[in-house]
């Protein structure tokens, strides 16, 4: 025992006040103290005691707190994992009835907790599909044991989702083939195949963007078509699409690429042309006629090659290593103009194959080409010998083609014979000549020494059918014989003797020329 007071006398009736100071034990509800007192009287030294007991309340100041931390392993959306967390009684009497609930999920607990005591438990989590983080709520509760007071504590965490933005994308050739520099319809697709909503995703290509902003959802594909105009003078068409999207989450862009190569239909087509010159053509000149080769199609051409038609074997007069849809080239054709016809027909033929597939292409072209003409005509003609007037005679001639072309319808006429031909109808080819030969009588009225003769020769051109003639005049003798007879009568009346009697006299040239100097 321990004293904890005293004094040497107490009167009788007296109090002495005194205080008494104990430490209070931890963890306790009430602190109790019992005194006993002691005392001799002064007379006859006999002993006299007490005692006293008292319970006295403690003041407890009962407390809890709980924390937890985000998981260490990545969280996954919809993948539950574990987290650590820890409730600690942070007062000073012991927590009884301790719980620590997530939602309405008993992590921990019922238990009891020692002040200062800590107890460690884990809680699961599940983030939401298509999150970016997931926020975890804990409550912890508890019962102090002398008070029964409640107390409680929370912890809120809020972790990071680890995403997987990602998606596909893929691009299709149009369904049916499309043709040189027509329209081409693609089609797409874009899926996201991640975990994650994809933010602002476009789709490019080299002339740009061609699809988007979209968002899309996990799981989500948008389909979409481009509309774009095939390449002039090309077998195939490539692209690269792009396309780039970020998550919702935030992060670096993500990219996708794909190409696609489309066959393109071609259409080879080549024509020629050939003109004539400008200048009128004459036999055996040499002049140029004006060529011009052009690729018609869609495509580029090569190998092509200009020949005379009807001659595929021969060395091409023109040839070139290829030729762009929509251009054309000029080339010379030179030639000889030939002689004794009426135009010059010049046909070529030009061969040529696409740069795709070396498919043939070829075209025709013909120019005719008129030429000019010189018909001319000759004639001459020799005379009887000389026969007297009303006698029939031959005579001879020769009819010649002076010109550089073919008369037709060469008819010769003779002035003494009528109107009929002593030569043709006939045909005469540029140089050709050809005898005649007729008859006629010499003219029963011809008094002098000769007599006129004329033969008139005539043609057509046979290409312009102009008519060109030409004639041989001649004086021809006659055979003649000298002749004169006279003759008189008396009158019709007798005459009287010693009258004038009158005769009537004649003279007639009995011959057949003329008589000059006639004299009776």
Partial sequence: QQTVHSIPTLAVGATSTFTVSVSVPQNVCEQSLSLTASAADQCGGRGVTDSASVTCSVTSNPGIVVTHACPTSPVLPGQAISFPGTVRNS???????????????????????????????????????????????????????????????????????????????????????????????????????????????????????????????????????????????????????????????????????????????????????????????????????????????????????????????????????SLAPGAAMNFPVELTVPSNVCSMTTSLTVTAQDTCESRAASANASATC??????????????????????????????????????????????????????????????????????YVVPSEATACTYPTMVVASGNDKCTGQVVADESSAECSIQYVGGIEVAMVCPPEPVAHGGVITYRATVRNVGNVQLQNVVV
Wanted: aromatic share 4%.
């Fill in 91 to 321: 007062g000073d009497v012991t927590l009884t009835s301790v719980r620590v609930t997530q939602g309405e999920t008993v992590v921990y607990g019922p238990a009891s907790l020692e002040p200062g005591q800590t107890a460690t438990f884990q809680g699961t989590l599940v983030a939401e599909a298509d999150s970016c983080s997931v926020t975890t709520v804990l409550s912890a509760s508890g019962i102090a044991r002398c008070t029964e007071q409640a107390v409680t504590s929370s912890s809120t965490q809020t972790c990071p989702v680890t995403t997987q933005p990602s998606f596909a994308l893929s691009m299709q050739c149009p369904e049916a083939p499309v043709t040189i520099g027509g329209t081409a319809i693609f089609s797409g697709s874009v899926s996201n195949n991640g975990n994650v909503t994809l933010q602002g995703l476009v789709v490019s290509n080299a002339g740009g963007q061609v699809y988007g902003p979209v968002d899309l959802a996990p799981g989500q594909t948008s389909n979409f078509t481009v509309t774009t105009t095939a390449p002039a003078g090309a077998c195939s068409f490539s692209n690269t699409w792009t396309a780039s999207a970020v998550g919702q989450c935030g992060g670096e862009p993500i990219t996708r690429s794909v190409n696609t190569t489309c066959p393109l239909i071609s259409d080879p087509k080549v024509a020629i042309a050939l003109s004539c010159p400008t200048e009128v053509l004459t036999p055996g000149q040499t002049v140029i006629l004006g060529g011009t080769v052009s690729n018609t199609g869609n495509i580029t051409l090569k190998n092509i090659a200009v020949r005379r038609t009807g001659s595929p074997g021969e060395t091409p007069i023109y040839t070139l290593e």
């Fill in 370 to 439: 008129p030429i000019s003409s010189s018909p001319a005509i000759t004639v001459s003609h020799e005379c009887a010998p000389a026969a007297p007037p009303g006698v029939s005679v031959g005579f001879s001639g020769v009819v010649r083609n002076a010109g550089n072309i073919t008369l037709t319808n060469v008819v010769v006429r003779h002035s003494l014979t009528g109107t009929t031909p002593v030569f043709g109808p006939a045909s005469l080819e540029p140089g050709q000549s050809a005898n005649f030969t007729g008859t």
